[in-house]
């Protein structure tokens, strides 16, 4: 199923001049300049957004401008929308990666930490050896995956490359996309303009060094498949070949099971939607998934399942919870506020135009409907679950695909449905532009379908920014706090115990089958405020459970203090008192401290004190 457009089909290029790549250039050079001229070491609540070199911002806005009068351009070959939209992921992904000497987010690091234990522990463990985190056994496809890649590499852990996964994992994207809108359109405007629009409302920070960033992937991968070879006139075409394509969706299917909690659920739901299109009717692609999810969930995942489903069962219908404000759960500050609401703006921005798409392009509700029926499949999980709090996000993350191609659709032209039509079309505008001057030719071809779309692009290329980067203050650690951590894990014996305001920092996880952790900010809020009434005893009676060769520190970091003042938990004031009470109260010792934090120790009665 294709739809062409009123543009002529895509041309070989021949004779064409190389102009496109100019504003290409300059805008990857105006990028390099801004990373050599960028400094990270003083982020603000801002995050990324303000420490930014303002040659940043004109190479993004160079590099928007330059792809929107290429691909408009119907002489101009694919390969330079595909050459700008790489640029693009550049720009969006790698920047963190260039500026930063250490990988971001706490998630991942824990991440890190698990494929080190599974190397280490040389297999899977439970509940019992392992407590909450035996979680990660039951899923282990990435960290196994990962764990032979480390090896296969000879690298000594993840993160010698793991600071560069939002762009591998963006990459990974970019093949199923364009399947999957080539499934329903030839225009290769619409095509590249959808991925464009994808890349830039993908600011949810799933494509981090996790097991979600591959099962997104091969989630979209599988819509791609179904979407080309189990519809009706697929399978007419090619019975035979079926078979082939079905073990290829249980290779994939298999892989997103045994990998991630709720994407298999999430491509239950939009292989169900398609089958209310008589066009993918196919119950092949919807049964092995739900056959192949069911069996580990009652295998491999049933000791996790057994004890998460009584709260996930009262979690059905509460809508508040994806929506939940208060303690811990509110931006605070002005920075943390202007870059929620620059993600909220971005995001509603993208489904708002994906429906003036669908209202406006009558075509496309005929032959995108499969893609819409796809985009809409997501919504009824945001009843299902709060998934954290983080159910809302997960939802959009999923109706993107579909929303960005008929977001791409508001921007452009009307599509034609029919070969004729388009070529009658063409020869029409030929006809026309052979009666018409140059100058009335010109004054259409830059008109308010050029600049309008423009600023809608240059608007979301810009807003992602603050979206995706706005909380780096939190996501960042730097080497200092990292070298911290670790001297803390270095001399920590097995049965120690690691006390935290919360578990932003790097290494947090870090030998957590040998030693405990305690993140305060997450019990009850009235033992939090007797912690701040009364830090230093209160903190020394909480650690005083700890038993020889075990010690109990207390650890204090830049990260830590971040995320508490930005999520409306403790203040700095507060934080402060807690750490300024510690460090006078005799019952603890200074063990190492530097710029970006402090760890103390509690002192153990009797004996010598090391």
């Known amino acids: 199923m294709t739809d062409l457009s009123d543009l002529p089909p895509v041309w070989s290029g021949r004779g064409v001049p190389a102009w496109p790549g100019v504003p290409l250039v300059v805008a990857l050079a105006l990028w390099a300049y801004a990373m050599r001229h960028t400094d990270v070491a003083r982020l603000d609540d801002y995050g990324l957004v303000s420490a930014l070199h303002p040659a940043f ?105 793991m600071a560069w996964w939002p762009l591998v994992s963006s990459l990974m994207l970019l093949l199923p996309l364009l399947l999957i809108y080539r499934t329903f359109t030839e225009d290769r405007r619409l095509i590249w303009t959808a991925v464009w629009l994808f890349y830039v409302a993908n600011w949810v920070g799933q494509d981090y060094f996790s097991p979600q960033s591959v099962a997104y992937a091969l989630h979209v991968g599988v819509l791609a498949v179904v979407l080309r070879r189990f519809g009706r006139s697929a399978v007419r075409r090619g019975r035979p070949r079926q078979a082939v394509w079905t073990v290829v969706l249980t290779v994939l299917i298999v892989t997103i099971v045994i990998s991630h909690q709720l994407t298999p659920g999430m491509l239950v739901v939009c292989l169900l939607a398609l089958c209310l ?26 000791p996790f399942l057994s004890a998460a489903m009584p709260d996930m069962i009262r979690s059905i219908g509460d809508l508040g919870a994806n929506v939940e404000t208060g303690y811990g759960a509110t931006p605070t500050g002005t920075g943390a506020i202007a870059t929620s609401w620059a993600a909220r703006l971005l995001s509603g921005s993208v489904l708002l135009l994906a429906a003036v798409g669908v209202l406006r392009q009558r075509v496309l509700r005929h032959r995108a409907w499969p893609l ?95 979206a995706y980067s706005g909380k780096d203050r939190i996501n960042y650690f730097p080497p200092q706090e990292v070298a911290l951590v670790r001297q803390l894990f270095d001399q920590a014996p097995d049965g120690s115990l690691v006390v935290a305001a919360n578990r932003n920092y790097p290494d947090a996880y870090a030998s957590y089958w040998s030693v405990d952790h305690y993140w305060f900010l997450d019990d009850a809020r009235s033992h939090v405020d007797r912690i701040v009434e009364s830090p230093a005893a209160t903190l020394a009676r909480d650690m005083a459970g700890v038993k020889r060769p075990g010690r109990a520190y207390f650890l204090l970091t830049q990260g830590q203090l971040a995320n508490s003042e930005m999520n409306g938990q403790l203040d700095k004031a507060q934080l402060d008192r807690i750490r300024k009470s510690v460090a006078a109260s005799p019952r603890f010792r200074l063990v190492a401290e530097n710029s970006a934090g402090w760890l103390y120790v509690l002192k153990q009665s009797g004996g010598a004190e090391r």
């Open 57 to 161: 911002w004109a190479g993004l806005a160079v590099l928007t401008t330059g792809f929107w009068f290429t691909v408009r351009d119907a002489r101009r070959p694919a390969a330079w929308s595909a050459a700008y939209v790489l640029g693009l992921l550049v720009v969006e992904r790698a920047t963190q990666a260039v500026l930063y000497p250490t990988p971001l987010y706490a998630w991942g690091w824990k991440h890190e930490a698990v494929i080190d234990h599974l190397l280490t522990a040389g297999g899977l463990q439970t509940a019992d050896q392992v407590g909450d985190m035996a979680v990660y056994d039951q899923w282990p496809g990435f960290f196994a995956a990962q764990a032979a890649l480390q090896r296969l590499l000879g690298v000594d852990s993840v993160a010698m490359y």
């Open 277 to 302: 299109s008589r066009r993918y009717r196919d119950w092949v692609p919807v049964a092995t998934t739900v056959v192949i999810f069911l069996a580990w969930c009652l295998t491999a995942a049933l």
């Open 372 to 466: 819409l029926l796809v985009a809409a499949a997501p919504l009824p999980m945001f009843a299902a679950s709060s998934y954290g709090s983080e159910m809302i996000f997960r939802v959009l993350l999923f109706m993107l695909p579909g929303a960005a191609f008929f977001a791409a659709a508001a921007l452009l032209p009307k599509v034609r449905t029919l070969a004729a039509d388009a070529a009658a079309q063409q020869a029409d505008n030929r006809q026309a532009g052979n009666r018409q001057s140059g100058g009335s030719s010109r004054a259409r071809r830059w008109g308010i379908g050029t600049w309008v779309p423009l600023a809608a692009l240059l608007g979301g290329s810009l807003a992602f920014v603050p």
